[in-house]
């Protein structure tokens, strides 16, 4: 199910463009356009869910398979290390209510 208001929603359906890192019938990967680090990946299902906590309630298995397609940008880009940050909340970041895993790699990262 989508969300037809939802920015990330109409980034999957290729309604607005992104620049497409990995695809398959249940994720979605692309570039951020403000990146924080050499490479700055969002991974996203193609289900909408609010947040992580929201995902991991109702589909454990596809956050699992987001952190291995994480694992799977990490190892192409830089020798398998990366960092994984999800936002949950507007206090804590979060600006697209659609839940997403930051992948932050390509150079070593400060603390």
């Given at each position: 199910m989508s969300d037809k208001d939802c920015l990330f929603c109409k980034i999957i359906t290729g309604e607005i463009p992104s620049e497409k890192v990995y695809e398959d019938d249940t994720t979605y990967a692309f570039k951020d356009i403000n990146p924080k680090a050499k490479v700055h990946v969002l991974v996203v299902?193609?289900?909408?869910?609010?947040?992580?906590?929201?995902?991991?309630?109702?589909?454990?298995?596809?956050?699992?398979?987001?952190?291995?397609?994480?694992?799977?940008?990490?190892?192409?880009e830089f020798h398998g290390a990366f960092r994984l940050i999800f936002n949950t909340g507007?206090?804590?970041?979060?600006?697209?209510?659609?839940?997403?895993?930051?992948?932050?790699?390509?150079?070593?990262?400060?603390?």
């Open positions: 299902p193609r289900e909408h869910y609010a947040n992580v906590a929201e995902l991991a309630a109702a589909d454990p298995q596809q956050l699992a398979h987001m952190a291995q397609v994480a694992q799977n940008i990490a190892d192409k507007i206090d804590a970041g979060q600006t697209v209510f659609h839940v997403h895993a930051h992948v932050l790699t390509g150079e070593k990262l400060d603390e």
